[in-house]
Structures are given as structure tokens and as C-alpha cells.
């Protein structure tokens, strides 16, 4: 597994790419198959909601050489606050630590901006997310939106030193891109 896991690079990509398209198929495919109310891209977010690019947001790609293998995405919805989104990895990846990766870097782009939470949702179907967002320090909140899907919803404070920051000056920097 150490040599696959350290095959993987994560980009950031447009969500028009070819890889994103697929990533996002593949992730609609296996949303429709676990949810026992299937899976609708138009009600439950497509990835190529325009809340992840930038500057209002980011998807990134798993990536082994050309294929992707995973992805997820940041938007921001105010000065404080992100949202983590689209989080899935193909099957012969799991194990690899891929999903805390992906995670990872999104939290890391989030306090960059200068976010202070992040949150995210997800669906009671997906039993080893669920597992994972709690093992990485999220925690329970009442529902904070309107998702059809989500049975759970988390959110985790971001410690800014926690991604080699002790101060909001960067974020002023990435955030003079943003016209929200």
C-alpha cells in the first residue's frame, strides 16, 4: 500500500477537465448504488457547481498518472467558514489514507483563505466517512443546510498554526481574488 499511496498526486483542477468529469461520474455511480433513495447530481451537487472553482472555491484530484482516483472540494461561504464537498475515492485506493489526504489538503485551502470552520455533510450509507470525519476531529451539528441526502452533518475549528500560519495575513492575500 505505501508504494500506491505514494504514487498518488493531488491537484487542484477545473471541473470541466476530463479527469474531473470522470472522478465525478465515478462518484455519482457509487452515491446512486449506496443511497437506498439513489443518487441525483442535480438535487445532491454536481461537481461542476460553479462553488468550487476559484476564486469561491476548489476542486482538487487524486491523481495516478493520468487516471483519477479520487476527489473533493472547498467552497467558502464567508469570511470564516468553508464547506468540504464531493470527498470519494475509487475502491482500489482505499486503504491508502487517500480519503485523510484529500481532507487534509482541503482543510489546509480553507485556512489559507482564512477560514476558521470548516463543515462538511454526508449520508448514513457512508459508514466509513462518517468514521473518518470523526477520527479526524469533526464533530456532530445540527443540520446547516437543506441537503436531501445528508443524514449527518459535522463541523471541525481550524487551528490556523495547525497549517504553519500564526497569523490571518496570508488569507488577505488569496482572499483579494475573491469578488464575493
Known sequence: M?????????I???PADPAATFAAS??????AARFEEGFDPGIGGAVSDP????PRGALL????????VGCGAVTFHDADTAEIKRVWTTPSVRGTGLGRRLIEELEALAAAAGATTVQLD???????AVAMYRRLGYHEVPAYNDNPYAHHWFAKSLSQSAYGRSDRGAS??????DSR
Open 61 to 68: 484530484l487524486a491523481m495516478i498518472g493520468d487516471e483519477a
Open 122 to 128: 454526508t449520508n448514513r450509507a457512508l459508514t466509513e
Open 2 to 10: 505505501g508504494e500506491l499511496a505514494s504514487a498518488i498526486r493531488i
Open 51 to 54: 462553488s468550487i472553482v476559484p
Open 26 to 31: 465515478q462518484y455519482y455511480a457509487e452515491l
Open 12 to 14: 487542484e483542477a477545473d
Open 172 to 177: 488577505a492575500a488569496w482572499r483579494s481574488r
